[in-house]
T-cell receptor, first 113, second 113 residues
Framework: GEDVEQSLFLSVREGDSSVINCTYT??????LYWYKQEPGAGLQLLTY?????DMKQDQRLTVLLNKKDKHLSLRIADTQTGDSAIYFC?????????????FGAGTQVVVTP | DTEVTQTPKHLVMGMTNKKSLKCEQH?????MYWYKQKAKKPPELMFV???????INESVPSRFSPECPNSSLLNLHLHALQPEDSALYLC????????????FGPGTRLTVL
């Protein structure tokens, strides 16, 4: 099956940029997602990128996809304390009718003042 | 509107109790999902309903019984649970096409005593 890997922890100062990385093994991954989960809450869809794209920008968020290296990253500009959360990378495949998601283990981001 | 609602927010039950979790969406989505999430771990898929029919059961014990009474509502009936079933139970929905994203509810925090 698909393996999706993320580093487990990232500490960043308020105002700096955060970069969260994700690698995956199956090159037929079609859609790649970033979800944010704050303590005690559900998963919030932050952004997603199609596999035929290299980059997507949405306000403070920039997603970069390197298909050759099977590497996905999420950059958060001007990180705020409200960005402290667990960030999950997930992939899905157009061949899967049920839209099943393969999740990474999640990266805990701690923003320090 | 991308809202998925879940009730109750918290539930404490004994091992002999019967209880139900409820999930609702009014986005016209035709696929609905139940996930189980342990602390600091990614969600694990339990069930998928597509057009109100159970499409995937990821080998979930029979003490968990899903039900989809209509296209907007998804229930999870619980009976004779074990303490290790304590977790955050997340519901998600998706429009139904192979390329659509999943939107998650806030979850029900379940504690089994």
């Amino acid at each position: 099956g698909e393996d999706v890997e993320q580093s487990l922890f990232l500490s960043v100062r308020e105002g700096d940029s955060s970069v969260i990385n994700c690698t995956y093994t199956d090159s037929s991954s079609t859609y790649l997602y970033w979800y944010k989960q704050e303590p005690g809450a559900g998963l919030q869809l932050l952004t997603y990128i199609f596999s035929n794209m290299d980059m997507k920008q949405d306000q403070r968020l920039t997603v970069l996809l390197n298909k050759k290296d099977k590497h996905l990253s999420l950059r958060i500009a001007d990180t705020q304390t409200g960005d402290s959360a667990i960030y999950f990378c997930a992939v899905s495949f157009s061949t899967d009718s049920w839209g099943k998601l393969q999740f990474g283990a999640g990266t805990q981001v701690v923003v320090t003042p | 509107d991308t809202e998925v609602t879940q009730t109750p927010k918290h539930l404490v039950m004994g091992m002999t109790n019967k209880k139900s979790l409820k999930c609702e969406q009014h986005m016209g989505h035709r696929a609905m999902y139940w996930y189980k999430q342990k602390a600091k771990k990614p969600p694990e898929l339990m069930f998928v309903y597509s057009y109100e029919k159970l499409s995937i059961n990821e080998s979930v014990p029979s003490r968990f019984s899903p039900e989809c009474p209509n296209s907007s509502l998804l229930n999870l009936h619980l009976h004779a649970l074990q303490p290790e079933d304590s977790a955050l139970y997340l519901c998600a929905s998706r429009k139904g096409g192979g390329t659509d994203t999943q939107y998650f509810g806030p979850g029900t925090r379940l504690t089994v005593l």
